[in-house]
């Protein structure tokens, strides 16, 4: 296989927009003719989710499942996660699974196998707090499968500031933790120059967002927050390298629940709403 940067650049390169979608299933937001149809939420996040795909796959090269909403239903959700993720890669699409794992040892082992393996996931959200021990054991297993990780490094969540903020030896926290991920990162390069270790750095926060782009050129950002988190299209640019590359801008609800529930059209306004976002967006070129 392929080194995941390498499939991840070919993804972005071939529908030429940075723009990923994010499958977050709500039941308390998906069609009502969904619900009606499969009163069983995890029956009802799968066929949703595989709907989704069908109509972003012309437009976009990559999708975040969030994992928690397929384990809150339990064995069957976990099913449907693992339908929805290989449906996305027969479809073409790069899957990264947003699930922010972070342990120690064989359970950090057995997460990674559980992402890669189980799930077959291209690569995973991992939070590094516990240090490299705690990320030792995603990297291996990452790179055993050519799978990559992104590493939560400046979060979009209004409360991030609370720890990643702090100053340690005269800069933030998060500056740290991009230090380490540009060293891991660089551990293992693909040709298109772009290492299997991203960081996860956040749209609402637009100044570190442009620092951490000068200080990681050779790191992939995949940046939450755009669109209903608040997040414009001036503040993800900032995360874009000139060719394009170099930043995966994530939307989640904006794209794939632009109705109400009892909305007959809601297909064609996930159609629409993916649409307007890659047209705000930068194109690769």
Sequence with gaps: MPHFADRLAAAINAKGSPLCVGLDPRLDMLPAAIKRE???PASAY???????????APLVGVVKPQ????EACGAAGFAALRTVVRRAKQLGLIAILDAKRGDIASTAAAYAEAAFTTIDADALTINPYLGRDAVEPFLASARKSERGLFV??????????LFQDLICDGRPLYRHVGNAVVAWNRENLGQCGYG??????????RSELMELRAAMPDVWLLVPGFGAQGGTAADVATAIRPDGLGAIINSSRGITFPFPPDAADWEMRIETAIREAVAALPRVV
């Design 152 to 161: 939560l490094v400046r979060t979009s969540n209004p409360g991030a500031g």
């Design 46 to 56: 799968e066929r949703f989710c595989l709907r989704v795909l069908d109509i972003v």
């Design 196 to 205: 299997d270790v991203g960081a996860v750095v956040g749209a609402t926060h």
């Design 38 to 40: 499969y009163p069983d």
């Design 67 to 70: 994992s928690a909403f397929f």
